[in-house]
């Protein structure tokens, strides 16, 4: 069964780029959209884009001038960078499989922590 | 795009049914039967409930349902246990290609 492990710096400094690892293991990268949703401490989900490892990606709009979603198929990788990052930036990241044929998330990392301070 | 509309909370005894309702437009939740339904336990990743508006995967009680009307879609949990004390989450794809969450509805059990 599939699985997935977020990695990264737990610490990031305003302004700078946020980036973290996802490690796709027990299957193949090209059965899932590769997602990645955050949630802010006592709030709620806040998708923030996916991709097919062959197609383009879609980003929330609200997201999109800061983000980037890629796929390593070499490495069964898939990866989030977040730019000029700010406190609202802080939350619990999930990397999460979208599963096309049931349209919705039924694979879900652990998710990783990641705040956001000088 | 803006996210979906939940009640905040809901609460129910054990034993009875309550109802969440989850409210978009024709973009999202009126516009596709792609309407999700997700339940995350304190420090825990979300875990996907229903699916399809109404699918329920392998695993899944069948004291969960899903239903939707128009732009409104509903999850209903019947004979309610303490287990399903958790937040509950719905998620619509839209006709931008994107998906949209819900703000999360917390569910006690009284």
């Known amino acids: 069964q599939v699985q997935l492990q977020e990695s990264g710096p737990g610490l990031v400094k305003p302004s700078e780029t946020l980036s973290l690892t996802c490690t796709v293991s027990g299957g193949s990268i090209s059965s899932y959209y590769w997602s990645w949703i955050r949630q802010p401490p006592g709030k709620g989900l806040e998708w923030m884009g996916y991709?097919?490892?062959?197609?383009?990606?879609d980003y929330n709009p609200s997201l999109k001038s800061r983000i980037t979603i890629s796929v390593d198929t070499s490495k069964n990788q898939f990866s989030l960078k977040v730019n000029s990052v700010t406190a609202a930036d802080t939350a619990v990241y999930y990397c999460v499989g979208w599963n096309y044929a049931l349209r919705a998330f039924d694979i879900w990392g652990q998710g990783t922590m990641v705040t956001v301070s000088s | 795009q803006s996210a979906l509309t939940q009640p905040a909370s809901v609460s129910g005894s054990p034993g009875q049914s309550i109802t969440i309702s989850c409210t978009g437009t024709?973009?999202?939740?009126?516009?596709?039967?792609?309407v999700s339904w997700y339940q995350q336990h304190p420090g825990k990743a979300p875990k996907l409930m229903i699916y399809d508006v109404s699918n329920r995967p392998s695993g899944v009680s069948n004291r969960f349902s899903g239903s939707k009307s128009g732009n409104t879609a509903s999850l209903t949990i019947s004979g309610l246990q303490a287990e399903d004390e958790a937040d509950y989450y719905c998620?619509?794809?839209?006709?931008?290609?994107?998906?949209?969450f819900g703000g999360g509805t917390k569910l006690t059990v009284l």
């Open positions: 998620c619509s794809y839209t006709s931008s290609t994107t998906v949209v």
């Open positions: 024709s973009s999202d939740v009126g516009g596709y039967n792609y």
């Open positions: 991709m097919y490892y062959s197609g383009s990606p």
